[in-house]
């Protein structure tokens, strides 16, 4: 049974750049989360993704977005990178809900 | 104030201790709570949940105090792989989990 996998496992960009991250959910799985988190911090919830549509999304900017496909993966795209966007971008599934979500590894993002 | 609040420690404690930590939540209306592990550069993994009665999973007890707003976590017999940061997790009501900062905890031989 395979968890939740991310792509890519590190990515470095430059101010202004865009960037695409992926996710494949828990088997059985179809609800997708995306959290940041900075160093020395918690998670913080950017969206949520159901049946295709975002069901709830957290104190982020439009630069922001993301897509979750008939497959129940998803996609965040964040555009005109800043330095602050660098953290740790988690992507949990559930089913349903956010109850007992499962992470995956993360990607490492740094803008220089 | 900070929607779930958590020392963030560290807490240093010898091998075989035991160690409480305590999270505070300012929604009243929050419905479950969990606590998750986070390894260094790892992602979080659920820990436990955590039931209006109370808890226990071997030597992890969790509580909820609803009228007091926070839930604990008891680590009995600490082991030195225990060691990592501890995650407070809040429901509310509009599917949004919303995250401590985390207390670290570190278990000395």
């Known amino acids: 049974d395979a968890g939740v996998t991310q792509s890519p496992t590190h990515l470095i960009k430059t101010r202004g750049q865009q960037v695409t991250l992926r996710c494949s959910p828990k088997?059985?799985?179809?609800?997708v989360s995306w959290y940041q988190q900075a160093l020395g911090q918690g998670p913080q919830f950017i969206f949520q993704?159901?049946?295709?549509?975002?069901?709830q999304r957290g104190n982020f900017p439009d630069r922001f977005s993301g897509h979750q496909f008939p497959n129940y993966s998803s996609e965040l795209n964040v555009n005109a990178l800043l330095l602050g966007d660098s953290a740790l971008y988690l992507c949990?599934?559930?089913?349903?809900?956010?109850?007992?979500?499962?992470f995956g590894p993360g990607t490492r993002l740094l803008v220089l | 104030r900070k929607e779930v609040e958590q020392d963030p420690g560290p807490f240093n404690v010898p091998e075989g201790a035991t160690v409480a930590f305590n999270c505070t939540y300012s929604?009243?209306?929050?419905?479950?709570f969990f606590w998750y592990r986070q390894d260094c550069r790892k992602e979080p993994k659920l820990l436990m949940s955590?039931?209006?009665?109370?808890n226990e999973d071997g030597r992890f007890t969790a509580q909820l105090n609803r009228a007091s707003q926070y839930i604990s976590l008891l680590i009995r017999d600490s082991k030195l792989s225990d060691s990592a940061t501890y995650l407070c997790?809040?429901?509310?009501?509009?599917?949004?989990?919303?995250w401590g900062a985390g207390t670290k905890l570190i278990i000395k031989p």
């Open positions: 949990a599934s559930s089913l349903r809900g956010p109850e007992t979500q499962y």
């Open positions: 088997s059985g799985h179809d609800t």
């Open positions: 993704y159901y049946e295709e549509e975002e069901r």
């Open positions: 929604n009243s209306a929050s419905q479950s």
């Open positions: 955590v039931y209006s009665s109370g």
């Open positions: 997790v809040v429901n509310t009501v509009n599917y949004q989990l919303i």
